[in-house]
C-alpha cells in the first residue's frame, strides 16, 4: 500500500485518454489512496461523473458553484486537505491555463488556490501535432518553472490515427510516478550504477547455464533510487521486467558482457549497487554450432573457467564509487556475508535470508557494514529497496 493514507484529488480534463483515468483511479484506490475526482465540462464528454463516482467511491465535483459544499468555497475547500493534485488527462488547453493562471472553472480554480505544498503533477495527453505546436511547448516549459511536474507524455499510436508524441502515459506508470513523488529525495544529484538479474552463460547458440534470480530485487532497488532522485543506470541480465520509469537500462546476456558494461559506465558514478546473480563460471568449450546427439549416446563434457568478479574489480578501483554488494547464501548467513563483505572490499553488503527469495515479491535482508549487522524484516521488496536507498543515502552523508 504505496500510498495508504494518501488523500488525492485527481482532475480529467478533455480527452480520450478519460478511459484511462478510470483505471488509475483504481490502481490508486489499491494502492491505499483517497481519490476525489473534479471533472471539466469538456472531461465529460469523454467519460460520465457516474464512472468516476462508482469508481473512487466519492461524489465527483465538477462545478465552481456545486451547493454541496455548504460555504460554496468548493475551489479552496477540495485541496485544503490534499497531498497531491493530479491532472490526468491534461489537455493541451489545460496547459495553457495553467501556464496563465486561469480560474475559468472548477478545475483551474483549484490548481491556482492550491496551498504551495500541495505538489501538482498533470499527465498530457493530445494528439502529436498539437503536442509539438510551439505555443504547446512554451506552456509546458513555462508550468516546469512553476514547479508543476509535467508526467510524460508517451510516443505511440494515437486515437486520432497518427502516430507520435502525445499518449498519456499508462496508468501504472503513471501510478509509479505519483508514488515517487511522495518519496523523500535523499539521492537528489547523485549518480547511480546497478546491476540485476541473472546472467546467461553459453553451451552453445541454443543452450546455455543461468540461474533462478528474477531480477525483481534489483529492480526494485533501481526504482527506488529514481524515486530518490538519483540518476540511475541499470545493466540487466536476461529478464522480462520492464524498465522503472526515468532508468536508464543496458541489456546484456553473459558475466563478461555485463563486466563490459559495468567498466564503460562506472566513470563519475557516486553508488554501485551489485544486485545481480552472476554466474561464477563460463563454459571454456562452447560450441559455435549446436552440439548434436551421437548414436553412440555420447554426452557431452563442458569445461569451466571463471567469470571476472564485477563488484570487486569496480571496488579496486582508484576512483571507487560507494559500493554495495549482494550476497545470496544458503547457510550460514551471518558468517558468510560478513566475510564477502571484507573479501569484496565494499563497506555494505545486503544479505538475502534464504535463497527462497529468488523470483518471489518478499524478501527479508540483513545489512553488514563496519559497525556489525542489522535486519531488515521480511516485507516487499520495493518496500526494503527504499530503505536501503536511505540506508545508502544515510552513509553517503
Ligand atoms: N558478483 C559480481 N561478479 C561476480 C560474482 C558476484 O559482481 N562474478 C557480485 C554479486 O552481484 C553480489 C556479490 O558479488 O553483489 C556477491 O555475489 P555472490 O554470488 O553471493 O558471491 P560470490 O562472489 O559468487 O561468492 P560465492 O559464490 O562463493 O558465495
Not at 127 to 155: H, K, S, Y
Amino acid at each position: 500500500m504505496d500510498l495508504a493514507g494518501k488523500r488525492i484529488v485527481l482532475g480529467l480534463s478533455g480527452g480520450v485518454a478519460c478511459y484511462k483515468a478510470a483505471e488509475l483511479t483504481r490502481a490508486l484506490i489499491r494502492s491505499g489512496a483517497r481519490v476525489q475526482v473534479v471533472m471539466t465540462d469538456a472531461a465529460e464528454h469523454f467519460i460520465t461523473p457516474v464512472t468516476m463516482q462508482a469508481l473512487s467511491g466519492q461524489p465527483v465535483y465538477r462545478s465552481q458553484w456545486d451547493a454541496r459544499i455548504d460555504n460554496n468555497m468548493a475551489h479552496i475547500d477540495l485541496t485544503r486537505d490534499a497531498d497531491a493534485l493530479v491532472i490526468a488527462p491534461c489537455s493541451a488547453d489545460f496547459i495553457f491555463k495553467l501556464a496563465h493562471g486561469a480560474c475559468d472553472d472548477l478545475l483551474s480554480t483549484l490548481c491556482v488556490a492550491r496551498p504551495a505544498s500541495v505538489p501538482l503533477l498533470v499527465a498530457p495527453a493530445m494528439n502529436v501535432e498539437m503536442w509539438l505546436n510551439p505555443a504547446t511547448q512554451r506552456n509546458v516549459a513555462r508550468i516546469r518553472e512553476d514547479g508543476i511536474r509535467v508526467l510524460g507524455p508517451g510516443a505511440g499510436e494515437q486515437a486520432c490515427g497518427e502516430t507520435g508524441m502525445g499518449r498519456m502515459l499508462e496508468p501504472e506508470q503513471l501510478l509509479a510516478e505519483i508514488i515517487a513523488a511522495f518519496q523523500p529525495k535523499v539521492l537528489a544529484g547523485k549518480r547511480v550504477l546497478l546491476t540485476a538479474g541473472p546472467t546467461f552463460e553459453p553451451i552453445d547458440p541454443v543452450r546455455g547455464i543461468t540461474n533462478l534470480s528474477s531480477g525483481k530485487m534489483g529492480f526494485a532497488v533501481a526504482r527506488a533510487a529514481r524515486e530518490a532522485g538519483a540518476e540511475v543506470t541499470l545493466v540487466a541480465g536476461p529478464t522480462a521486467l520492464a524498465t522503472p520509469s526515468g532508468v536508464r537500462r543496458i541489456d546484456v546476456r553473459s558475466a563478461r558482457e555485463m563486466h563490459e558494461a559495468v567498466l564503460s559506465q562506472v566513470d563519475g558514478k557516486d553508488v554501485f549497487i551489485a544486485v545481480a546473480a552472476v554466474a561464477d563460471w563460463r563454459v571454456a568449450n562452447a560450441s559455435a554450432q549446436k552440439l548434436k546427439k551421437t548414436a553412440a549416446g555420447d554426452v557431452p563434457s563442458l569445461q569451466f573457467e571463471q567469470n571476472p568478479d564485477i563488484l570487486a574489480s569496480v571496488a579496486a578501483l582508484p576512483a571507487a564509487p560507494y559500493c554495495v554488494g549482494f550476497a545470496a547464501e544458503s547457510e550460514n548467513l551471518l558468517q558468510y556475508g560478513e566475510e564477502k563483505r571484507r573479501r569484496k572490499k565494499v563497506p555494505l553488503l545486503v544479505g538475502n535470508i534464504g535463497h527462497a527469495t529468488f523470483g518471489s515479491d518478499e524478501n527479508e535482508l540483513v545489512l553488514f557494514d563496519q559497525d556489525g549487522h542489522r535486519h531488515l524484516p521480511r516485507a516487499a521488496k520495493q518496500a526494503l529497496a527504499r530503505l536501503l536507498v536511505a540506508e545508502i543515502a544515510a552513509r553517503l552523508a
